[in-house]
């Protein structure tokens, strides 16, 4: 299974970060499998923003919630996340992952990884 992230890597401060992680390989309807997303921000460890489930449920980071949304589409095999109003605090490099596992920061209780993407904000 390949997972591969796309979007903008430069987002002003107050906007909204939209990325989207393309699964290859692997089904993201398949059952109890649940697909992430996380991120690593300088001086801070690897933390899970949010993920959904194989029948479409959501859960998010509570530190995180009032700003966050991630949806899929089935067809394309993709999953998508949105962070609004976003501030330099949430420059970082963000991740997709999939596996049986979700809700963790450890980087081992995923299966499958995307390579990465930087995200910047600033004006």
């Known amino acids: 299974v390949q997972l591969q992230e796309s979007g903008p890597g430069l987002v002003k401060p107050s906007q909204t970060l939209s990325l989207t992680c393309t699964v290859s390989?692997?089904?993201?309807?398949?059952?109890?499998?649940?697909w992430s997303w996380l991120r690593q921000v300088p001086g801070k460890g690897l933390e899970w923003i949010g993920y959904?489930?194989?029948?479409?449920?959501?859960y998010y980071r509570p530190s995180l919630e009032s700003r966050t949304a991630i949806s899929r589409d089935t067809s394309k095999n993709q999953f998508s996340l949105r962070l609004i109003s976003v501030t330099p605090e949430d420059t970082g490099v963000y991740f997709c992952a999939g596996g049986r596992s979700a809700g963790v920061n450890s980087r081992s209780d995923y299966d499958y990884w995307g390579q990465g993407t930087q995200v910047t904000v600033s004006s």
């Open positions: 390989g692997g089904s993201i309807t398949s059952v109890d499998y649940y």
């Open positions: 959904i489930t194989s029948t479409g449920n959501r």
